[in-house]
């Protein structure tokens, strides 16, 4: 059997990098890598109804060791990583009881990890660290909420004397991406309700977040010689840097905190003939989201007016929706996560989720599915990190949620 620490760093050393522009499902068939794995795992556990889809998405059910009622209870969590950054070839590194400072991630690139950069750095002090290279993020988002799942189920297999109903859990591919449930089979999964672990401190009820969109923009110019460009060119470049400056500059997520939207230019390509860009869109208030869009299609529309119609063409898709209206219905299933929170002597707090969940999107779907902390860090980039103490305080929230009291 493994540790949490072991099991950690097997999943994050498997790339399952999803891809946003890919139309099969899973985005990226090597997702599928780590959920032959889990696979592998749950069935050694002795879980029932293990099952992997054919779209990656990974099912399983721990049966209820006593005859007690008790609800039918999910744990969710989702198994790629983001296209933002590479995932591939991660090399995590153990900073054991961290004292303070830099962190050298990697000496020859002279990459650190700096708490006055990175200021949740100063409450990890004392804890482990699972650290990256420097050259990958490192997974923890969400292989940290895997691989508490996994061991809060080895933990309960071994302590058959702490009675709990059926525990279902399901492992998903393309969160990252915003699909991560498009597949995603109710009845197989079998649960009352759910709680997706993904991202966050030990001590957080997350059951609010964005309502997101997407805007993809195509500019179509005119290339031709620079020498002889005078009254013919028109550079698409140039006119997607216009595009951008026609949106309100302080919906830069730079510019925002707490339930600010944003407008984010993730990806910007191309030449003088034909260029692309690809926008995030994310609000908390859904009126606020339309207005954000509106901007979006005003733009394209006053720049078609100044340069001709099919200069612009715009496409804005909606993503997922603010699941807080739906979970506030069930204040049952938060008032037992505050309820053994405060047991293991943590202080509940909930806040607005800066970012979307599986949970998101199953709680629309009918699943009411509010989120709990990780214990990762700084997602999607070289100086994400996890603390060990918080993935370990997790296993144990996990473990008391399903104990029967």
Wanted: with cysteine.
């Amino acid at each position: 059997m493994m540790d949490l620490l072991e099991r950690f760093v097997n999943y994050v050393r498997i790339d399952t990098k999803s891809d946003e522009y890919s139309e099969t499902a899973p985005s990226t068939m090597k997702q599928f890598d780590l959920a032959r794995v889990l696979v592998k795992e749950l069935e050694e556990l002795g879980l029932s109804d293990v099952v992997l889809s054919d779209t990656c998405v990974v099912y399983g059910k721990l049966p209820a060791n006593t005859d007690a009622e008790a609800d039918k209870i999910g744990f969710v969590s989702h198994m790629d990583t983001s296209p933002a950054f590479s995932g591939k070839d991660v090399k995590p590194k153990l900073v054991r009881n961290y004292k303070g400072g830099v962190i050298l991630l990697n000496k020859e690139l002279n990459i650190v990890l700096d708490p006055e950069q990175f200021p949740s750095l100063k409450k990890d002090i004392g804890d482990d660290l699972i650290v990256t290279d420097g050259t990958t993020l490192l997974g923890a988002d969400d292989k940290a909420g895997v691989a508490e799942i996994m061991d809060m189920l080895q933990y309960l297999q071994q302590h058959p004397e702490i009675p709990h109903g059926q525990i279902s859990v399901a492992f998903t591919p393309d969160e990252e991406v915003g699909r991560g449930v498009e597949n995603f089979d109710l009845e197989q999964f079998g649960a009352d309700y759910a709680y997706t672990v993904d991202g966050g401190d030990a001590d957080e009820l997350c059951y609010e977040c964005f309502n997101a969109a997407s805007a993809d923009v195509t500019v179509n110019g005119l290339s031709v010689h620079p020498g002889s460009a005078k009254g013919k060119m028109l550079n698409s470049l140039l006119v997607a840097m216009e595009f951008q400056s026609l949106l309100p500059t302080f919906a830069n997520p730079m510019y925002t905190e707490g339930r600010e939207g944003f407008n984010h230019l993730n990806e910007m390509d191309g030449g003088c003939e034909t260029s692309h860009m690809h926008y995030i869109i994310r609000n908390h208030d859904s009126d606020l989201l339309e207005k954000q869009k509106a901007d979006f299609r005003n733009a394209a529309e006053f720049l078609n007016r100044k340069y001709g119609e099919g200069t612009i063409e715009l496409v804005i898709k909606d993503t997922y929706r603010n699941m807080r209206e739906k979970i506030e219905q069930h204040p049952q299933i938060l008032d037992k996560v505050r309820e053994k929170m405060q047991k293991l002597g943590l202080e509940p707090k909930s806040s607005a989720a800066r970012g979307g969940t599986d949970g998101a999107s199953l709680t629309v779907m009918g699943l009411p599915c509010p989120n709990l902390g990780t214990g990762g860090r700084n997602c999607h980039g070289k100086y994400e990190y996890a603390a060990i103490g918080q993935m370990r305080t997790v296993v144990k929230l996990l473990i008391e949620i399903a104990r029967i009291d």
